[in-house]
């Protein structure tokens, strides 16, 4: 699972899996995606985002499980940094560790990887998708639409953001791009934003080697307690590595271009502590002295679905004025715009066979300034005051709330 929260990071766009190619194609060994000097940079950067993520969201919330994607929400952070101006767009490229990066160079790593990912393992089903929905009241700058459209293969909707079908709309589009894991992605209290930007991403892989001796076994959860879980296992010969503070190997899907990293602490009381200060500098150690070792590896069967709004976590580490009226998104469009939320839901089943995954992040954007072609929305469906009152002079004859 590891791997999937930390894989590098090498973001693109596309809405069509992999074409599968002959057998002899087919068996091909995974080729090393060549990057540049100011690439490698990039991805760099963006591991170590995606670990201060995972490791804020755990400091954060002290959840059991936990699963995210930040391949996904960068691919939708990055969509949406090329609508920002100014501070808005510099917090936002520091935060996702693009730096001073022109944008060309960005944009040309994305379309480049677009081509890598997709094409690096026949044997994996691998699509990632994007879209645009946006209000009919608003107008996005034919730049910012270009861009993404070339970019990041983005569709390009226009919609009435308060209608329930709309909703609807958005919600069939995820589980259409998710092979249906992420069937619903807002609600209908989400209505009325301004603009939304949203990534699918979907990966289904089976194990190079597959497990074949499964067994009932017990899972010790993190308050000390025994779970009985089915397990697999096998003794074989694969990538291991260990720092001292954790042991770590490599599970290889299909022809070897993609894995899954599972790590475990060498004090098993110290979870918590370790997972606090896993940082770049540690993973790239770990998975730089990765060698091959014989191995007894026993680990759970298990199926996750995780869910998270993530406004508190990026506005800490550092995105702050997306979220507020100091917001700049004047290369997307004339109307005043902040982010109102960035949320993420993920799924993820691991078997004897492989790994399917999924996630969705979506970013809804409202409207911070109304002008003259502006529509007010008012949704009253949260809790509510109401009052009925004479007319000519004011007078209250009844008041009350609502609140459920």
Not at 3 to 14: D, Q, S
Not at 66 to 82: D, G, K, Q, V
Not at 221 to 230: C, M, N, Q
Not at 385 to 404: D, H, Y
Request: proline share 3%.
């Amino acid at each position: 699972m590891a791997a999937l929260i930390t894989a590098p990071l090498a973001f693109a766009a596309c809405n069509h899996p992999a074409v599968v190619p002959d057998d002899e194609q087919d068996n091909k060994p995974a080729e090393a995606i060549a990057l540049t000097r100011a690439e490698a940079d990039i991805n760099a950067g963006s591991n170590a985002f995606g670990l201060n993520v995972f490791r804020s969201i755990n400091a954060a919330d002290k959840v059991d499980d936990l699963f995210i994607s930040p391949l996904s929400l960068s691919l939708a952070l990055a969509m949406t940094s090329a609508g920002a101006d100014g501070n808005t767009e510099a917090q936002m490229r520091s935060m996702l560790g693009f730096g001073d990066v022109p944008n060309a160079e960005m944009a040309e790593y994305f379309r480049k990887m677009t081509e890598a990912l997709l094409n690096l393992d026949p044997k994996t089903t691998l699509q990632i998708a994007n879209a645009i929905w946006t209000d009919k009241g608003i107008t996005l700058k034919k730049g910012f639409v270009a861009d993404v459209t070339k970019y990041y293969h983005s569709e390009a909707n226009s919609a009435d953001m308060s209608a329930t079908a709309t909703i609807d709309a958005i919600n069939q589009w995820c589980s259409k791009h998710t092979n249906g894991k992420i069937p619903k992605i807002l609600d209908y209290s989400d209505r009325g934003l301004a603009v939304l930007l949203i990534n699918a991403l979907y990966f289904n892989g089976t194990w190079a080697t597959q497990f074949t001796d499964t067994f009932e076994g017990k899972f010790k959860a993190l308050d000390g307690k025994g779970v009985s879980t089915p397990m697999m296992r096998y003794t074989r010969n694969i990538p291991y590595a260990s720092d001292g503070k954790w042991e770590m190997v490599e599970l290889t899907y299909g022809n070897g271009g993609f894995a899954m990293d599972l790590l475990l602490p060498v004090d098993e009381k110290a979870f918590e502590k370790a997972v606090c200060t896993l940082d770049a500098d540690q993973w790239n150690a770990l998975t730089g002295a990765l060698r091959s070792r014989e191995v007894h590896l026993e680990m759970p069967k298990f199926k996750m679905e995780y869910e998270i709004l993530l406004n508190d976590v990026l506005q800490a580490l550092g995105m702050k004025d997306a979220f507020t009226g100091a917001a700049n998104f004047s290369k997307m469009s004339e109307s005043g715009m902040c982010i109102d939320f960035v949320k993420q839901k993920t799924y993820v089943d691991v078997n004897e066979k492989g790994t399917e995954a999924a996630a969705v992040t979506a970013i809804g954007m409202k409207a911070t300034s109304v002008g003259p072609s502006s529509t007010i929305y008012f949704i009253a469906d949260r809790p509510f005051v109401f009052a009925i009152r004479e007319v000519s002079t004011g007078a209250i004859l009844f008041i009350g709330q609502k609140t459920k």
